[in-house]
């Protein structure tokens, strides 16, 4: 096949590549070798006709140059790779955007100090260190310490959490009510912090539940929360 | 180096006896690339136009010794076969 112009050469050996991305790239290095050798035809004493005839000759056949390339340039893996790259960027995205403000919320919320800080330590009567983990629904909470001050004051700390990581936007740290099957309310009220995925909070509960001092010294024989909580029904 | 080097210094080192279709040679540079034994990078040379540069990558030095060696193997046993005492063309 005799080509009048270089570019038609370019064109037919493209013509075999399958990959529409790499194409402009092959298409440049070709091309930069047949103008350096059409250059030294020139130099050679031709015309520069003549000069790009030979050097189109000298680079073979467009069919054998263009379905060798298409083999290097394999469409799927060529997709693959422009799709994994998308992916990449995607994730990256969605790390800075999405994951990225609640990691540093998670970092801020555990390193919040604990609730039990607000209550000065000169007003604690007792105070009980209780690991108890319930889990609600998705949700779990860990109880660690009772605290009863010198106002009749018990104060639950507590930190909880939401199994389903990707929730964890809508949950602002607010236990809000626990209710058993018969519709008692165990938990309610105010007197929380935190927020992201862990939260930490305090719930105080004054007089009403009228818990002696005796029943909170139960709690250290290790019983469930359960018949804490149940004391304390509203 | 560039393509359109390689191939000058294919004909020189070969004194003209490789008359190696050049197209053919970008088929091959960019197998040696997917294949990591060669890395391409755009940048100017002395005469300022940009081109696609090649340099042989660590592993492709490696790949060179052990195709080093294989040639060696082969051309040995070749010179054995054609020229050697034991089986040399001689003996006919």
């Known amino acids: ?234 | 180096m560039y393509g359109y080097e390689i191939i000058k210094e294919l004909e020189d080192r070969s004194d003209n006896t490789f008359n190696l279709k050049e197209g053919t040679l970008y088929p091959i540079l960019h197998r040696l690339e997917n294949e990591g034994y060669v890395k391409s990078y755009r940048a100017k040379g002395s005469t300022g136009k940009e081109r696609k540069y090649y340099q042989i990558t660590t592993k492709g030095e490696k790949q060179l010794i052990e195709e080093r060696r294989q040639w060696q193997v082969f051309s040995t046993s070749v010179n054995k076969v054609i020229g050697g005492e034991k089986h040399g063309i001689s003996k006919i």
């Open chain 1, 1 to 234: 096949m005799e080509f009048q112009k270089y570019s038609d050469f370019l064109d037919a050996v493209l013509s075999y590549v399958k990959f529409p991305l790499d194409r402009e790239e092959i298409r440049l290095e070709l091309s930069d070798h047949i103008v350096d050798k059409i250059q030294y035809y020139v130099e050679q004493g031709l015309s520069y006709k003549e000069a790009e005839a030979k050097a189109i000759m000298d680079m073979g056949d467009p069919k054998d140059i263009g379905s060798q390339l298409n083999k290097e340039h394999n469409p799927i893996i060529g997709w693959l790779w422009v799709i994994s790259k998308g992916l990449v960027s995607i994730f990256i995205l969605i790390n800075i955007f999405i994951v990225g403000p609640r990691l540093l919320y998670l970092t801020f919320s555990i390193f919040a100090p604990s609730p039990i800080k607000d209550i000065p330590k000169e007003d604690i009567v007792y105070k009980l260190d209780i690991n108890e983990r319930v889990q609600i629904d998705d949700r779990v909470i860990n109880f660690t310490d009772i605290v009863y001050d010198k106002n009749e004051t018990i104060h639950i700390i507590y930190n909880y959490y939401d199994k389903k990581i990707w929730r964890m936007g809508w949950s602002h740290g607010y236990l809000g009510t626990i209710k058993d099957d018969k519709g008692n309310e165990y938990f309610s009220g105010s007197g929380y912090r935190g927020g992201g995925i862990v939260a930490k909070g305090r719930k105080s509960i004054r007089d009403q539940a009228q818990v002696t001092e005796e029943e909170v010294l139960l709690q250290r024989g290790g019983k469930a929360l359960g018949i804490f909580l149940g004391m304390l029904k509203v």
